[in-house]
């Protein structure tokens, strides 16, 4: 199984931040990779795939890097409605899985 | 507007069945290949398992801790999703969410997921 292993595992920031989170790969995954926020109670929703692409409708203050075992998500002006938790998911190969997530919270 | 609403979540005893469902509407339910990703209380997301579509024979892939012991099924007539639990562990505690997947470059990912019903196994 692929392991994905996020840093950090809580991060505290203020409004107008630039927030960066890592998501390193037990192996290779080529960029089948995506990035996911949830918000208490809430279903995640979908904010990067295939490493870099923003889905539709996504902030542009939000953006994705990296290939193979290294992806990094990163928000350009951390906004309120940004504190939320963040996973990686990877799609290469079965079973899926996904990082352990990173709790972003206001300083 | 896609939307998946899940329902059948319920407090069941260790050992006991459950059947979710997802009704999906807004797109082409067919098309799509589908998956249910959990999340315990408190804890991260895990992938449960995805159904294909038709095209690719409704073939299903499973997680190890499932795998045995739940079955994922569709009815394209109905724009539905199922998860039939059986079984179940007190681990099996969870949200359970139905997502669609998106195939982009051969690989298909999540790009929307339903609100999530909630299982709870306890005696």
């Known amino acids: 199984d692929i392991q994905l292993t996020q840093s950090p595992s809580f991060l505290s920031a203020s409004v107008g931040d630039r927030v960066t989170i890592t998501c390193r790969a037990s192996?290779?995954?080529?960029?089948?990779l995506a990035w996911n926020q949830q918000k208490p109670g809430k279903a995640p929703k979908l904010l990067i795939y295939?490493?870099?692409t923003l889905q539709s409708g996504v902030p542009s203050r939000f953006s994705g890097s990296g290939s193979g075992t290294e992806f990094t998500l990163t928000i350009s002006s951390l906004q309120p409605e940004d504190f939320a938790t963040y996973y990686c998911q990877q799609f290469n190969s079965y079973p899926l899985t996904f990082g352990g997530g990173t709790k972003v919270e206001i300083k | 507007e896609v939307q998946l609403v899940e329902s059948g979540g319920d407090l069941v005893q260790p050992g006991g069945s459950l059947r979710l469902s997802c009704a999906a509407s807004g797109f082409t339910f067919s098309d799509h290949y589908m998956d249910w990703v959990r999340q315990a209380p408190g804890k991260g997301l895990e992938w449960v398992g995805r159904i294909r579509n038709k095209a690719n024979s409704y073939t299903t892939e499973y997680a190890a801790s499932v795998k045995g012991r739940f079955t994922i099924s569709r009815d394209d007539s109905k724009n539905s999703l199922y998860l039939q639990m059986n079984s179940l562990k007190t681990e099996d505690t969870a949200v359970y969410y139905c997502?669609?997947?998106?195939?982009?470059?051969?690989?298909?990912?999540?790009?929307?997921w339903g609100q999530g019903t909630l299982v709870t196994v306890s005696s």
């Open positions: 192996q290779g995954i080529s960029s089948y």
């Open positions: 997502a669609r997947s998106l195939n982009r470059s051969g690989r298909n990912f999540f790009d929307y």
């Open positions: 295939a490493a870099s």
